[in-house]
Every structure is written in C-alpha cells, then in structure tokens.
C-alpha cells in the first residue's frame, strides 16, 4: 500500500510541477508525503531553486508554487508585489492547466498501467454461465428473491459478462434480473432501493460458489490418511451433497479432530471415505484455483491493441466508481467510508505483481476522482475558482481564497479522522 500511494503521489505531484516549470513558476517545493515541523530526508541542489523531501505524516503530497495560496498557508510572500516567476502573476489558462495537471496525470497512469497489465499478462476471466456452481448470495440478497446457486445472465436486459465491478453496479442497481435456476432462466424483480439497503448488509451479497478439488496432497495429512489424490473432488460431508468449497471448509473447521464421513468423486465414479480435520480444521490439501475448475476466456494483446483496450478498462473502472460514488452522500454510504485499513485490506496478503499494479490502477482513478470535487484545498477547488475568474473577468479575493483553503482543510482533515475511525471500529468489532 505504501509504495503504491507513493506512486499515485509522486505522479500526482509531477502533473502540477512538470507544467509550472514549463510556465516558469517557481517551486519552492516538491515533497512525498506532509512535513510539519520536520522532513525524514530533503535535498536541494546548488543550481536548483526546489526543495525534494520525504515528510513524515502519509497523507498524500505536494508541490509549493510560489505565490499561491495552498496548505503551507504562506501568508508573508502574499503581502509581497506580485514577481514574474510567481503562479499569482500568470495568466488564468495556464494556472487551470497547472492545478488540471495532478489529476490529469493520474487518469492517464491509470489507463496506461491497465494497458501494460493487458500487454504482459493479458486477460482471462471466467463467464458467468461457466460458474457451474453459480453464486452464495447474502441474507439482503435473498430477501431481494436471489437463491444460492443462481448464475446471474442479464441486468435490465443487458448481458453480464463475468464477476468485476460492473457486472456488480449492473446487478446492484438494476430493476429486473434473469438468472438460471436449475437449469431454466427465471426473472427476480428487486426491490425499489436494493441497491441502498446493500450498502448496509453484512459481507459480500454475491460470492461464486466453487467446487473442493484436490490439487494436492501434503505428507501425513489428514487427507494422505484418508486416501484422497490429486483430482478428488469432494462434493458433501455425512450424506449431504453438493456442497460448495466454502461450506465444506467452514464443516471442517466445525468438527476439529472429529471424523466426518466425506463423498468424493474419483474418475467419475462416486466414493466415500472418513477423514479427521486437524486441530485446526485443515485437512492437509492444496485446492485447485477457480480458473483450473471452471473454463475461462483467456485474450491476449499486442502492443498496438493494450493501449485501447487499457483506456477501456480504465473508463469502465471510472464509470463504475462513479456509479458508486453518488452513494457517498447516503447515510449508508458515509457508514461505509474506510481509510488507510481499508486500502489495506484491498491489497493481497502475499506479493502479486498483477494484483499490485491492478490495485494502483484503480487507486489513480480514485485519487483523480477525488481531487476532482469541488473542495476548497483539493484541486478542484482550486479548479472551481479559476474558472470563476476566466469567466467573470474577476479573480476572487485573496482573503476569500484563504478562509476557503482553511476551510478546505479542515473538511478533508475531518473525513482523514472519519474514515480512518471508522476502521478501527470494524477492527474493535
């Protein structure tokens, strides 16, 4: 996660420095991360007139351009004449393109970072009707008329491709749903406002169910003692079948050290044995992963092909987020805000290049998004009163900016607590 915001924010902070220089303001300063009172390192060179360092306190960056009000609150060099190498004496244009220039360069990482992920790995994603299993589905879920194993096909008539934030907006959100059950397609009708209530519901309300296949065996397991091999697939506990790799883990983990009567399918043919899930409630397997049980469409890119296709994924990911977005002026929503935990937690707990880059991606857009809103001290407020001055002719009172960037400030600074206690109740529950 750290080196990942460090990223966004180096290429944040670049988006406004690259243009000020090329507009001739000065920068006093360019630094990863906040230093009030002290900086962890700061280097300036003889023939520069910036500042480089690392603060202290995570929470984003920034570049101090001479004569402009921001977070540093320089109130002295104001009171000073305006100077040529100043961001106050520039035109209005090139101001807005220097304050544009952060969330710019963010979008643009993002769809770059998603072209390279296509170009080097590809894509391969499996279907929903290839999810044999279908889908467990929450308890507000199945108030809405889901049941466990539906296979979702269609939102409002619109195809649904495979399980990614779209697909789950699409489903979310929409009015009349068609899934196959048993075999035959059934329509649900959701209820008015499904989409609030799940915002306030307990775990996933979709969750693909996948079959227990044995990919291997560890040495004197439970599972070696049993007699299970590489390609068992296990399919119920005490007579009960067509259990799904979830339940049947959570039954191991319920009867530790108790032997449980299992049905496996071997070369087609049904069996049974007992096994005796250790203290645990392991039982000593390594499971195939989704993509070895079920088929997947797999698509490759070539340089020329990863660019469109990565601005694709980049604007389906933003629009996605938006879609999401309007829920932060709910009550649910608010509840639901999570800070630096929470980015956290959407990170892999062992290290994945494709999971990594994939996680910073979507960080860009939201960085981007989010400097877009119109709150004094984020970009876009600083946008908002620029584009106030090229339309009226008038630039607002530096008195008025001031007050605005506090007031800014202590907005953001109220969500930074909000969000990040809001973490540490979840984590108290």
Not at 139 to 157: H, M, S, V, Y
Not at 223 to 236: C, E, F, M, N
Request: glycine share 10%.
């Amino acid at each position: 996660m750290v080196l990942s915001l460090s990223i966004l924010v180096i290429i944040h902070e670049c988006g406004h420095f690259i243009p000020a220089r090329l507009f001739k303001v000065r920068v006093e300063k360019f630094y990863l991360f906040f230093n009030p009172w002290f900086s962890l390192w700061k280097f300036r060179s003889k023939r520069s007139e910036t500042e480089y360092g690392i603060g202290w306190l995570p929470l984003g960056g920034y570049v101090k351009l001479a004569g402009m009000i921001d977070e540093s609150m320089d109130k002295e060099q104001l009171k000073q004449p305006e100077q040529p190498w100043e961001f106050r004496s520039k035109p209005a244009l090139q101001r807005l393109i220097i304050m544009i220039g952060g969330i710019v360069m963010n979008f643009i990482l993002a769809f770059f970072i998603y072209a390279m992920i296509l170009l080097h790995w590809g894509e391969e994603y499996i279907p929903f009707r290839n999810y044999t299993m279908g889908f467990a589905f929450n308890e507000t879920a199945e108030n809405a008329g889901f049941r466990d194993g539906d296979i979702p096909l269609t939102a409002d008539g619109k195809l649904l491709e495979t399980i990614d934030m779209k697909s789950l907006m699409a489903l979310a959100e929409a009015a009349e749903v068609t899934v196959l059950r048993d075999g035959a397609e059934t329509g649900i009708t959701l209820p008015e406002g499904f989409n609030k209530v799940l915002l306030d519901s307990k775990g996933s309300f979709i969750v693909p169910r996948f079959p227990f296949v044995v990919s291997s065996v560890n040495n004197g397991s439970p599972a070696k003692q049993a007699g299970l091999l590489a390609g068992d697939s296990i399919v119920g506990v005490e007579g009960n079948l067509g259990m799904a790799a979830d339940e049947l883990t959570d039954l191991f983990n319920e009867h530790k050290e108790q032997a449980v009567a299992i049905a496996f399918y071997r070369n087609g043919a049904l069996q049974q044995t007992e096994i005796t899930p250790n203290e645990n409630g392991k039982i000593g397997v390594i499971r195939k992963s989704p993509v070895e049980v079920y088929q997947t469409i797999y698509k490759r890119y070539n340089f020329f092909t990863s660019f469109p296709a990565g601005l694709s994924k980049g604007v389906s990911t933003m629009k996605s987020y938006l879609g999401q977005f309007k829920y932060f002026f709910t009550k649910e929503g608010v509840e639901s805000l999570g800070g630096f935990g929470t980015i956290a937690s959407i990170f892999p707990p062992l290290w994945d290049w494709e999971a990594f880059w994939s996680m910073t991606a979507f960080l860009s857009i939201i960085l981007g998004v989010m400097n877009v809103l119109p709150i004094p001290a984020l970009d876009g407020g600083h946008v908002l009163f620029l584009l106030y001055e090229i339309i009226s002719g008038r630039k607002p009172n530096e008195k008025f900016l001031e007050y605005a960037q506090i007031t800014g400030m202590i907005i953001i600074l109220g969500l930074v607590l909000y969000s990040n206690g809001n973490d540490i109740l979840r984590f108290l529950r």
